[in-house]
């Protein structure tokens, strides 16, 4: 990992402000577990949402009691405004906020520096006291919505989020006083933006999404001062490039989409970054694209400081059900047949846990963990091979898992003393189905799919080395669907925190599944990935139900 | 492959709909210094939005390119992200508007008006502050998707099973008919839902329906619930019996034999909590059903008028 002077400027720039000690992010944060702070989106570079705090214990969670609440709907007057849609437009305002379409749901994962904490609902950046909960400001940008944001990115003392209608914006942390933006995606383009940005030393990952639409996906990198671009890669390869025999046509693959809309992991080592991609498209008309369709739905290892891509490992050929391969890249350093080795491990929206070498992109494990009746077992590589018969059809094919998967985007956990990884997921059907002549498809290809239902969800623990179930924890309800799948946090001192259909945020026994703790969020289920740290000699933990964010402690 | 006859009978009349609509929308010319006139004495009953089957829209039937035009950047702005940039249904799954029974029964934009005063929540927020001007450009632009879309094969050739052997698997391997009679609970069953909504209640009848589409041309009727039966029983011997509202590791609630919603906190196997589902048979069905059994199924049911 190269640390670079710019970082000293950055530090230069930080101003105290107000009665909170707002400070840059140091970004030797980045590539250690943070105690003090959650620097960047995965907590660290490595996905586990694995913490070395140990205040909260097996034997004291169950005195957890609230510390506060933040409301984005009751956020104050005042935003500072950006963005140039013309009114009037649906968004109507800084307050309440509005995003999705049920109101504002907060999927990102906050970020906490130095006392203060960085969040986004889709096209609003807030930065609230992480003592408190209090609004420290509050940013708006003016344009369409989109489905969700996944939160910001930091460098120094410089925030960065990506608003629905593809453009990234530059803030500065002590004030939200916007620096610059700029264009993602074409103006009037299909794409639509909704990755958290990650910061890999000089550079800013972003990741450009989409897939309602006729439309190519990418990677990108930009300058953190300037926004000037770097490198760019797209999910897609144009003609003469290598995947291009994965699809029927240069044009195919170029209106393919892929979204990369999950912020990457990273291995410094290597200087690899595991970037992961979504479903092709036409998304249910695998007809209108036969072939593997590269690199979509898969797990890709770039230089960040290059954008050159050193493997691939596709979950999903062909992909027909919407399975976007964009669950956590989890990186563990773990010990296969008494050898140490560097891996990757996944559970996917397609109902299989991955393990990979993270080095090589050697398939490692290929295991089920949830009801999947898509394929028909592995090739010489390992990799999945789709049953055909079980595309979307014009009678209706009866697949599992839905098009929400077995898992989704929030994420998993590992916990490196108990080896398990741990991953919430469900077994559910749908019908899926497809005209006989979808002609001149886009998007979602003018399938269409009939959720038949679900019939169990449960935590499950793996042992990361077999995939094999340790211990499982059926919930009593059933039905996560993509936009409510709690995401999972384990600390060292074998707590799990995660959350059940019903709405409840629930302390775990990491070892066992026993439950030591509850509080129910109400109608709103957990949103996000939980998040933890110190801060004057407590441990918090922060999660958002819905259009609120709330912090626990012991007091 | 069969096609019911039902659905050319639907799908001509759609066609029939839509080219009524396009004829009146070439009579006027909404703007916005003068207010469309009010709707046409006998506007086109709202009729199920289905595509023509196989029978092309009038692709020459005049569209106002401009309005057209303007109303593109609106619907991008305002309505593409959950409808999909050609207004064909989107990501957040808003159900695709070319088949729409607003948009393709209205010739004068005034039930559009109407909708978006007020949404359809909590799924779609209400678009108030649209002018007059803007929402008759807006339909301009969907019914200019509409003739792109024209000619497209909407999903009707969902039976493709074969009756008899749906027959034999409902009285045989499928066990349907130790729960269920055709000449009882099912009876007219194939005049009751259309072959999508059947098909995905035979599989189960908790399912509630399609995405991102509502794939259904008809305005689908669910069957009623069909509700978890719990059993609490405290430490001092009392039951509880009723119909499951909700339940968690902490919690149970149900709705009693008399109505009343009763709520208790659990604690470990205090209460005893027994939860059974009628619909179990359907659930272990659903591991095991095969496409083909499936379509079978259908292709029976279908019968059943």
């Known amino acids: ?555 | 492959m069969k096609v019911p006859r039902l659905w050319i009978i639907v799908g001509a009349l759609g066609c029939l709909t839509v080219a009524i609509a396009a004829f009146a929308r070439a009579q006027q010319q909404p703007s916005a210094e003068k207010p469309a006139p009010a709707a046409a004495q006998n506007p086109p009953a709202p009729t199920p939005p289905v595509d023509s089957a196989g029978a092309p829209r009038n692709a020459a039937a005049p569209i106002d390119r401009e309005a057209a035009a303007r109303g593109q950047q609106l619907f991008l702005q305002d309505c593409s992200f959950c409808h999909g940039p050609d207004a064909r249904g989107g990501a957040e799954g808003g159900v695709d508007l070319t088949r729409s029974a607003i948009l393709n029964g209205d010739p004068t934009s005034a039930q559009l008006a109407a909708f978006l005063k007020i949404g359809r929540p909590p799924k779609m927020p209400a678009f108030d502050t649209l002018t007059d001007a803007q929402v008759s450009d807006i339909e301009a632009f969907v019914h200019s998707q509409n003739l792109i879309a024209g000619g497209r094969a909407p999903l009707v050739a969902v039976v493709v099973g074969d009756a008899k052997a749906g027959e034999e698997f409902f009285n045989g391997a499928g066990k349907c008919n130790t729960c269920h009679s055709v000449t009882d609970d099912l009876k007219g069953i194939g005049s009751k839902y259309d072959a999508i909504t059947l098909q995905g209640h035979i599989v189960l009848p908790r399912g509630r329906g399609g995405w991102p589409n509502i794939i259904s041309p008809f305005q689908v009727t669910n069957p009623p619930d069909v509700p978890k039966k719990v059993t609490v029983t405290m430490p001092d011997g009392g039951v509880t019996t009723g119909d499951m509202i909700s339940i968690s590791d902490f919690d149970v609630v149900l709705r009693d034999s008399a109505g009343i919603r009763r709520t208790f906190a659990r604690n470990g196997n205090v209460p005893k909590v027994v939860v059974t589902d009628p619909l179990q048979a359907h659930i272990d069905l659903m591991k095991t059903l095969t496409d083909k059994e499936m379509h079978d199924l259908t292709a029976y049911l279908v019968t059943l008028k």
Not at chain 1, 137 to 166: A, L
């Open chain 1, 1 to 555: 990992m190269k640390i670079r002077t710019l970082f000293a400027t950055a530090f230069a720039l930080a101003v105290p402000f107000g009665l909170i000690g707002q400070g840059p992010l140091d970004p030797a944060l980045l590539t250690k577990p943070a105690t003090d702070a959650w620097p960047t989106f995965h907590g660290d570079y490595t996905g586990r949402h694995f913490s070395l705090l140990k205040q909260i214990t097996t034997a004291n969670a169950h005195e957890l009691t609230l510390a506060w609440i933040f409301r984005t709907t009751s956020s104050s007057e005042g935003a500072i405004i950006g963005g140039q849609a013309q009114p009037p437009f649906p968004g109507r305002g800084p307050a309440p906020a509005r995003g999705g379409n049920t109101g504002p749901q907060i999927k990102a994962t906050p970020l906490m520096v130095d006392g203060v904490l960085y969040l986004t609902v889709p096209n609003h950046t807030w930065a609230v006291d992480a003592r408190t909960g209090q609004e420290v400001w509050h940013y708006f940008w003016q344009g369409r919505g989109v489905i969700g944001n996944r939160g910001v990115g930091m460098y120094g003392s410089w925030i960065y989020f990506e608003t629905g209608d593809n453009s990234v914006v530059s803030l500065d942390a002590t004030t939200g006083k916007e620096r610059w933006h700029q264009r993602l995606a074409p103006e009037g383009a299909s794409n639509f933006s909704t990755s958290a940005p990650v910061v890999i030393a000089n550079h800013v990952i972003l990741g450009a999404g989409g897939d309602s639409g006729r439309n190519s996906d990418w990677v990108e990198a930009i300058d953190p001062e300037t926004g000037d671009l770097q490198w760019k890669w797209v999910v897609t390869p144009a003609a003469g490039q290598p995947g291009i025999e994965t699809w029927p046509s240069p044009e195919a693959a170029t209106l393919g989409a892929g979204g990369p809309w999950q912020p990457p992991t990273y291995d410094p080592e290597l200087n690899l970054m595991y970037v992961t991609t979504g479903n092709p498209t036409p998304t249910y008309n695998g007809r209108a694209r036969e072939g593997a369709n590269l690199y979509t739905c898969s797990l890709v290892a770039i230089n960040p400081d290059t954008g050159k891509v050193a493997w691939y490992y596709q979950f999903s050929p062909h992909d027909t059900h919407d399975w976007d391969g964009t669950e956590v890249p989890v990186l563990i350093d773990g010990i296969i047949e008494g050898k140490p080795r560097k891996l990757v491990a996944l559970a996917e929206r397609n109902g299989y846990y991955f393990v990979l070498d993270r080095a090589t992109g050697k398939s490692v494990i290929v295991k089920q963990f949830a009801a999947s009746n898509t394929y028909e077992g592995t090739d010489k590589n390992g990799v999945l091979i789709p049953n055909k018969e079980k595309e979307p059809s014009p009678g209706g094919s009866l697949v599992a898992p839905t098009s929400d998967g077995a898992t989704n985007y929030p994420a998993p956990s590992f916990d490196p003393l108990t080896s398990l990884f741990y991953v919430n997921s469900t077994s559910t059907y749908s019908i899926f189905y497809l005209p006989p002549d979808p002609s001149a498809p886009s998007g979602y290809g003018r399938g269409g799919e009939w959720h038949t239902g679900s019939f169990v969800s449960s935590l499950k623990a793996l042992d990361y080395r077999t995939g094999n179930v340790k211990w499982e924890h059926d919930y009593q309800e059933d039905g996560f669907s993509s936009a409510t799948y709690p995401g999972v946090l384990t600390t060292v001192s074998g707590v799990l925190f995660s959350g059940d259909p019903s709405g409840n945020f629930i302390a775990f026994e990491a070892a066992t599944g026993k439950i030591l703790w509850h509080c129910s969020l109400g109608a709103a289920r957990q949103s996000n990935n939980p998040i933890t740290y110190m801060l004057d000699g407590h441990q918090y933990v922060v999660v958002a139900g819905g259009d609120s964010l709330y912090a626990f402690y012991l007091q």
